[in-house]
């Protein structure tokens, strides 16, 4: 323990996801607080009013904003926000992640189901914060 | 024959242009008749000397006729004793009596005929050649033996009639002359009764075929021959084609041919004929042929049928009229794409075309045509068949896209549902996590029931994805080493046999054209299911192929708990399941999946089993 204060970025319409990423967060044991989005808008002015962050997770199921419109707001800002941005999808379906693949989305993290895939996520948002050099993935 | 008209006493030396002694003007002029005329006349005394000889017949005894000039007959001439000569004027000379025969000359290609005349001093003979006559005779005698022959054998009927013409000397009738041995055959009478009947008694109750009588009026009108192409005849019941031949002497021929045959291998061609337009009428398959210029020379109707209105198609530039788009690109069907126009050009080709009818309706078209040669090779044409297969089509489109939609279907439905269940399973773990020792033994119960039931929801969903995903997903078709695969298989299912103490032999497997990581489910799938379902024995599982016509066949063998037969066609429904999930785990999808792969490789999968005794399956795959 660093005594660092992580701040993490979520873009996220379900309030029920948004609490499972904030226990997962709350079991990498690191301080940290959560920046809840619904949409895209509302984030991106985050950034513009200078909110900082250590990691950005991205659900591109948002009502109101196309795949690819948040798919090039993750890439702009990847280049002005010293973070990683992570697509954060429900799917698990190995044509969707080729197709982020496609679409230039280097990072993604699966939506966990049930405690022991969450443990795992867990554990992989913890290495995200700790090193930012560690890609996602969705195991 | 002529005889002398003037008597000359008997002289010695009277031979011809021998002694020129004249004996009276009377017996000059004869001498000079007798000298100048073709035939050969000498004249002999009693003791058979010559006393005339004229010089015709000195050249047929081939002599100069003063050799004569004293001698007898049989000194000059000894080759005729023993000849008709000798015998017919020792008759004449012995007992008087005159004789007339034909003999052949010296000279073997003349003929002679002899006349011997006896005279108060001796005999004359008069010898004229025939040979002309003769030969004339025989040519005669040849040609009416020839054309006997010929009349008789011929293979037709000839007879020969006489009119016989009423008191306004129309014809009403005619009477035979003659007829060959086929008349004699085909009406089964002598020629002695035919020779002298009417036609009218031969045809009795029937009367005289009209085609016959109106036939015979008129070449007689005319006087030029008439033929009745075929005409059934009563008396006989035979078809036959009749000419009528007139002669100038008032009689007539007719030929009479038997065309029975014919007019019944005609008639049966009429109906295969008709049959056949019958079919072609009938069919919705428009086909027919074109000219060298692509126009449509002959065709079925269906065409018409099909475009909703009339084509007239006179080359290919006519084509255009056909509104027809390519399905794949959209573009317009040039005239000249059309396979009836690439036939002219030598290519068969098949293509299907959208279409656009007369009345505006769409459609497609399966349109074939292929070159028409002539025995030279070289092309006249085109054959072509157009099908009508808008509905067809549209079924298949219907199909398609039902199809699409249920996997659509499928997908959104495994994808949306797996929300929902992250958040109930997510916080039903977390509450247990959490708050697990404050709720009370009771709570933790159900909520461990609730998480069960998410999670085999949770398989549920997972496998539907699956199910959806085979159609659209896939790394394609590739070559697949199959001893590869099925050695995945074995290690994805490593600890299941081991625990089960199970054992698996392998024969050697093909490398076949699939999408290996379905192979490998479809493999995974029977080989666990085989260790799942054992029975008391420790699972033993046999996996071998066979070659069979274009495809191999897979034989996965287990001693396992068996099936019944009557789940043959249910065992492979999606989330069918024979036995409860306590039991034996598992959705009950495996199989369906493993169907749906084997199919979508063209081949079919099923099983052989006995409740108890093991399970063999089957399945083949194209290659």
Redesign the interface.
């Known amino acids: 323990m660093d005594g660092r204060r992580y701040s993490i970025v979520l873009v996220e319409d379900n309030e029920g996801d948004t609490r499972l990423v904030d226990e997962m967060l709350v079991d990498t044991g690191l301080e940290h607080d959560l920046y809840w989005f619904k949409d895209a808008p509302s984030f991106e002015r985050f950034f513009s009013e200078g909110g900082r962050a250590d990691l950005v997770l991205i659900d591109l199921n948002v009502p109101g904003t196309s795949v690819h419109d948040l798919i090039s707001t993750i890439k702009r800002r990847a280049g002005e926000v010293d973070a990683p941005i992570v697509a954060y999808t429900g799917s698990s379906s190995p044509e969707d992640m080729v197709r982020l693949r496609e679409e230039g989305v280097e990072r993604y993290l699966v939506k966990p189901m049930g405690l022991e895939e969450m443990e795992k996520t867990s554990a992989v948002l913890r290495e995200l914060l700790l090193d930012e050099k560690v890609t996602a993935d969705r195991s | 024959m002529a005889s002398p008209t003037v008597r000359w006493r008997p002289i010695e030396h009277r031979v011809a242009g021998v002694t020129g002694k004249m004996m009276g003007k009377c017996i000059g002029l004869s001498d000079q008749i007798l000298e100048r005329i073709d035939d050969g006349i000498f004249v002999l005394d009693r003791d058979w000397r010559f006393i005339y000889l004229n010089k015709r017949a000195a050249s047929i005894f081939g002599k100069d006729p003063r050799d004569f000039l004293g001698k007898t007959i049989w000194e000059t001439n000894p080759e005729l004793l023993g000849t008709p000569m000798e015998a017919a004027c020792r008759s004449a000379m012995e007992r008087g009596e005159a004789s007339n025969f034909e003999m052949k000359g010296a000279d073997a290609d003349i003929w002679f005929e002899i006349a011997v005349t006896p005279m108060s001093s001796g005999i004359m003979v008069h010898g004229r050649d025939i040979t002309e006559r003769h030969e004339e005779v025989r040519a005669l005698r040849e040609r009416e033996t020839r054309y006997r022959g010929l009349f008789e054998n011929l293979h037709e009927g000839v007879s020969v009639s006489r009119y016989i013409l009423d008191e306004w000397g129309e014809v009403t009738d005619w009477e035979l002359i003659d007829a060959n041995t086929w008349i004699e055959r085909l009406l089964e009478r002598r020629r002695c009764s035919l020779i002298g009947m009417r036609v009218s008694q031969l045809y009795g109750d029937h009367g005289i075929p009209d085609a016959l009588l109106s036939a015979v009026r008129e070449m007689r009108r005319t006087n030029s021959s008439v033929s009745i192409e075929s005409y059934r005849d009563p008396l006989v019941d035979k078809d036959f084609h009749v000419s009528f031949l007139p002669q100038s002497d008032g009689s007539f021929y007719v030929l009479t041919i038997d065309v029975t045959r014919l007019k019944n291998a005609q008639s049966r061609a009429e109906e295969d004929r008709a049959r056949l337009q019958a079919i072609l009428d009938s069919t919705p398959v428009a086909m027919g042929i074109t000219d060298i210029n692509g126009g449509v020379l002959l065709d079925n109707g269906a065409l018409s049928k099909i475009w909703c209105g009339d084509l007239s198609l006179k080359n290919v530039r006519d084509y255009s009229k056909c509104r027809a788009w390519w399905p794949e690109s959209g573009e317009p069907v040039r005239p000249e794409e059309w396979p009836a126009a690439q036939a002219l050009k030598g290519r068969t080709s098949t293509e299907t075309f959208d279409i656009e009818k007369f009345d505006g309706t769409r459609g497609a078209l399966i349109v074939s045509a292929s070159p028409i040669r002539d025995q030279g090779g070289a092309i006249i044409g085109a054959a072509w068949t157009v099908q009508d297969v808008s509905d067809i089509k549209r079924t298949e489109e219907e199909l398609k896209r039902s199809n699409a939609d249920l996997q659509q279907y499928a997908?959104v439905a495994s994808?949306d549902l797996?929300?929902p269940?992250?958040?109930v399973?997510?916080?039903l773990?977390?509450l247990?996590?959490r708050h697990g020792d404050d709720i009370g033994p009771d709570a933790a119960d159900y909520i461990s029931s609730a998480?069960e039931g998410?999670?085999r929801m949770?398989h549920l969903i997972d496998d539907l994805?699956a199910y959806s995903?085979i159609e659209?997903?896939g790394e394609g078709m590739t070559l697949v080493d199959l001893n590869e695969v099925v050695s995945n298989a074995l290690s994805n299912l490593q600890a299941s046999i081991e625990e089960a103490g199970g054992q698996v032999d392998i024969e050697p497997l093909p490398t076949v054209h699939a999408d290996g990581a379905q192979m490998l489910q479809v493999f995974q799938n029977i080989i666990g299911n085989a260790i799942k379902f054992r029975g008391q024995d420790p699972p033993r599982v046999t996996v071998s192929v066979r070659r069979r016509s274009g495809s191999w066949l897979f034989c996965v063998k287990d001693n396992g708990i068996g099936i019944d037969l009557k789940h043959q066609d249910d065992l492979f429904k999606m989330f069918h399941r024979l036995h409860g999930s306590d039991k034996y785990p598992g959705t009950g999808i495996g199989l369906a999946i493993s169907k749906k792969i084997v199919e979508r490789h063209g081949g079919r999968i099923w099983f052989e089993s006995q409740p108890g005794k093991g399970t063999t399956f089957f399945f083949t795959v194209r290659g």
Do not use: D
């Open positions: 997908y994808h797996q929300e269940l992250r958040m399973m997510g916080h773990e977390l247990m996590k998480i998410a999670k949770r994805l995903r659209s997903k």
